[in-house]
Structures are given as C-alpha cells and as structure tokens.
C-alpha cells in the first residue's frame, strides 16, 4: 500500500493520532491530486482521458482495495451497493459527466444516491441513502453500521435534509499516484458505461494482482514500538500530512466523521486487527 519510509511516518502519526494527542503542528503535503485537476479545463481533462487513458491500468487502480471503488459501485453484478451500477448509467454518462463525477462527487449526484441527514427531537444524527418514505416514517439505509436499515418515526423528527453530499468522499482520488493514473481509470470507466456488463467482466483483474505479499523476514526482529517512540516532531509532522491527505477523507478526525461506508472512525474506534504498533503495521501494510 505506502513505501517502507511512508509507513514508517504514517504509524507515527496515527499511532499518537489514535491515542487521542492534541496535533500542535502545522502540515503542509504537496497541493494533493484533486485540487491540481480542479484547475484543468473539463472537456480537456476529458479529452485525454479518452485518448490517453489506459483501461487496463484504469480496471487495476478501479478494484484497488484503497480506493474502496467496489465496495460502493456495482459493475454488473447486480448486488445492493451504495452507488449506481456504473454499467447502467444511461446517456447521462458522457466523458464529462464521470470525469467531473470523480473529481467532485457531489457536484451532480444520481437521483436515488444523495444522502439523507435526519435529525432526531432527541439530538441523534442519523445520515444515509433514503430506502422507503412511509407516511408514518423514514427508512434510511445507515452508511455508519453496514447499511442496515433503520426506521424513524416522523414524529420523532426534528429536522430533515435530502440534499445531503455524495457518499463518494470528496477527495477520494488523492489516493492515486498522479494525473496519468486519473487518466487511466476515467478511460476504464468510460468504457464500462459504453459496454456494459460483460465488459466489465472481462476487465475485472486477476484476483491474485491484489494478494498482499508476505511480510519480510527481518520484521520478526523489529521493536515497532521502540521505533516509534524515537521518532522526532517532524516525524510526527510527515505521519500526520500522509494520514490527512490519504485517509482522513474516510476515516475522519477527531474532529470530523470520515464519509466513507463502514470506514472505522481511527479516533474513536475499536481496532478490528488491534491497535498495538506491530499490529497497526500489519494492517498498513497488508491491508484488512
């Protein structure tokens, strides 16, 4: 997933982040990926994508498992997601469209996808996809537990918002690694809209392109938890800028609730691979 170093730094951040520090220092990472395309003029943006996209890298980054794109889009297979079936989109789905869809998410959002926000006279907040609109209550679809469905009686609602943001955090696609890689799954998906299912299906990478590999030898011998603790400021500094520029968006802050489906809150949340810095390894390493 992250370069040995950048693991290095990431663990440092998060593991102080996770045990609830006051972050006293200011980050400055490089301008990320979504704010250089903003920049782009669209239809250009667009144009490049088609002629200069690669799909078959495009498929690669789409079923990457930090970019979380299948676990919230159907291509086909007809299973509930929490986003549109990309192979169904319709005419609506024009170069444009799906560049500027990923770039901002929640620019035009699908209608049956936009995020319902109620709040309750008690003062819970409840946030999902709307599932049935009864005359006695609300059914959401909670994106916070595993889209279970969750039923509020209008009686009990205080206020009520259906134009809520796409679930699609914003700012997903700074987790590729440039322009090119953009490039390349905006052509992928470009062509699941014109082809459809079957196409998909073909595309859809070998299982074993994204089977995490074993760790190393010499990590038998590492005292993770020493390291960490000889770690400097600036250390601290890098780990930070990785975490707010790679994962934030979905897993949040101390301050701010991550937008992403079941994403652990990291501030809050109970480690499923436990929260020792020889686990926290692992699972930057290899992923959950």
């Not at 929490?82 to 901002?104: F, Q, R």
């Not at 006695?136 to 279970?148: L, M, W």
């Not at 609602?157 to 943001?165: A, C, S, T, V």
């Not at 905006?186 to 809209?193: G, T």
Request: aromatic share 8%; hydrophobic share 40%.
């Amino acid at each position: 997933m992250f370069g040995k170093n950048n693991v290095w730094n990431f663990l440092a951040g998060l593991f102080f982040f996770t045990i609830a520090v006051e972050i006293g220092f200011a980050a400055e990472p490089a301008l990320p990926l979504q704010q250089q395309l903003i920049k782009e003029d669209i239809s250009n943006l667009s144009r490049d994508a088609r002629e200069k996209g690669n799909a078959s890298r495009g498929a690669l980054a789409f079923y990457r498992q930090d970019m979380a794109c299948i676990r919230c889009h159907s291509v086909g297979d007809d299973n509930n997601k929490y986003g549109p079936d990309l192979t169904k989109l319709g005419k609506e789905a024009t170069d444009i469209y799906l560049v500027e869809s990923m770039i901002l998410p929640s620019k035009v959002i699908k209608k049956g996808f936009e995020t319902v926000v109620i709040t309750t006279k008690a003062g819970k907040t409840i946030s999902g996809l709307l599932a049935e609109d009864k005359n006695d209550a609300v059914v959401i679809r909670d994106n916070a537990i595993d889209g279970k469905l969750i039923s509020v009686s209008k009686k009990e609602i205080e206020e009520r918002n259906d134009k809520g943001p796409s679930l699609m955090p914003d700012g997903l696609i700074n987790v590729l690694s440039g322009r090119q890689e953009f490039l390349d799954m905006a052509r992928f998906l470009m062509e699941v809209a014109e082809k459809g299912p079957e196409y998909a299906k073909q595309m859809r990478p070998a299982s074993s392109l994204f089977a995490a590999l074993p760790l190393p030898e010499y990590e038998k011998d590492i005292d993770h938890a020493g390291f960490l603790q000889s770690n400097d400021a600036k250390s601290f500094k890098r780990g930070e800028a990785i975490y707010l520029r790679v994962c934030a968006n979905c897993h949040g802050t101390k301050d701010q609730v991550g937008s992403m489906p079941t994403s652990l809150r990291f501030a809050e949340g109970k480690f499923k691979n436990g929260s020792d810095p020889f686990r926290m390894y692992q699972t930057l390493t290899h992923g959950y």
